[in-house]
């Protein structure tokens, strides 16, 4: 946890591992962070905070996964799900970090669905796991800074997922998705988006593929400043 962390995300964590049946390690990051800010005062005075500070969280956390999975062997599990991936939210050397990702194909709105399922079914080889319903609900936040939440810098999951399944596993043109029903603003906002973050997307690690298009070896674009795969057009 950062300062930026709710009470809430405290609590339902400590409940979700419970409910796992898994060990919870709380490694504060707080007096790390300001370490960092201390360090970069000088470099950084007279610029305003940005996503610099809150990459810098990000990255912290994933130094302390990568040692924990260093020091005893364990695979770090990414978390990134394919929406994030698509658009580049997301933080290299931070919750980019890790060996295998697991939810890599996995839309958001998917991965709401998959965790309402979990919290339901029970039988054959599973056992009823109960996520706790504040997971389900609560506007989705990165927590790197007051107030935060994902569509502050993006749109509604089902309507950025509707968009990218167009563009990503389609292979629609931008003209093609807006006569489905999108603003044209925003279905070339969000292309240009999936376009800037190819860059992103081969520094991420090996995952697993569910859809008929994955990122990756599925769908490998160029990585010029200049590229534009047609969402000017």
């Known amino acids: 946890?950062?300062?930026y962390t709710s009470t809430e995300s405290l609590q339902d964590s400590k409940a979700l591992a419970k409910n796992l049946g898994?060990?919870?390690l709380n490694l504060p990051i707080s007096k790390l962070f300001q370490a960092y800010l201390q360090l970069l005062e000088k470099p950084f005075l007279g610029s305003a905070p940005d996503?610099?500070?809150e990459n810098l969280q990000a990255r912290i956390r994933g130094t302390l996964l990568m040692a924990l999975s260093n020091k005893f062997g364990d695979l770090v599990l990414t978390t990134g799900n394919k929406s994030e991936m698509s658009v580049g939210y997301a933080t290299l050397y931070g919750d980019m970090a890790g060996g295998f990702a697991v939810i890599k194909d996995v839309p958001k709105t998917l991965v709401y669905q998959l965790a309402q399922w979990r919290s339901q079914y029970e039988g054959g080889v599973f056992d009823k796991i109960v996520i706790p319903?504040?997971?389900h609900t609560r506007a989705p936040s990165a927590e790197l800074k007051p107030d935060q939440t994902d569509q502050d810098t993006l749109p509604p999951y089902p309507i950025l997922d509707g968009i990218l399944e167009a563009y990503v596993e389609e292979n629609q043109s931008p003209a093609s998705i807006v006569r489905?029903?999108?603003a044209s603003k925003l279905v070339h906002r969000v292309m240009r988006m999936v376009d800037m973050s190819?860059?992103?997307r081969r520094q991420a690690p090996v995952g697993i593929k569910i859809s008929p298009r994955a990122l990756g070896k599925d769908r490998r674009m160029p990585i010029t400043n200049r590229y534009s795969s047609g969402a000017g057009r």
Do not use: A, N, V
């Open 1 to 3: 946890p950062s300062r």
């Open 22 to 24: 898994i060990r919870l």
């Open 51 to 53: 996503t610099t500070e």
């Open 133 to 135: 319903e504040r997971i």
């Open 180 to 182: 489905s029903g999108y």
């Open 198 to 200: 190819e860059y992103k």
